[in-house]
């Protein structure tokens, strides 16, 4: 048995489906800090998807994994709100699980999240997409929200220590 670890191969952002802006710093495996503010009424979103996870062969057991941060602040007398989404797809995008969805984000957290994926799995159809947002609803408010993702990849034990992966 060998132990593997890949990566996605590519990434889009904004995601296609979900819109907003281009998140900071994109690369195949996060994001840096990316900072959004809306104040007085208005709103503000970012996406993005990683995918092209290389094929993996002879899978005994896959997890997916990723580190993120997020902090945030709200004030004012009326409605406002900030989030930090990440989902992953098992295939390709068709429907999503999600991982994480804090809402109304005040304080600094980080952490690890990991999902343990069902074999059979064919992980060049494994997906993630994050999403962030702040929406205020009246004058006088206002929303913010700092995120970043780092290190997505799946964690894989094969059957072969030989070739394992077809890019």
Known sequence: MANLTVNPGNRQTP??????????????TGYTATTLNADDGSNASDSIRWFAVPTVVGLRSATLKLDFS????????????????????????????????????????????SAVLT?????????????????TSVPGTHSDVTTSVSNVRIEAVTTDSGAVWIG
């Open 70 to 113: 997020e902090n945030g602040s709200l004030s004012g007398v009326g409605s406002k709100n900030n989030f930090h989404k990440i989902e992953y797809s098992i295939n390709g995008g068709s429907s999503w699980i999600t991982l994480q969805n804090h809402v109304a984000i005040t304080s600094l957290a980080t952490g690890s999240l």
């Open 15 to 28: 995601d296609a489906t979900l819109g907003g802006g281009a998140v900071s710093g994109p690369s195949n």
């Open 119 to 135: 074999l059979p799995q064919d992980t060049s159809l494994v997906q993630v997409r994050a999403s962030l947002g702040v929406s």
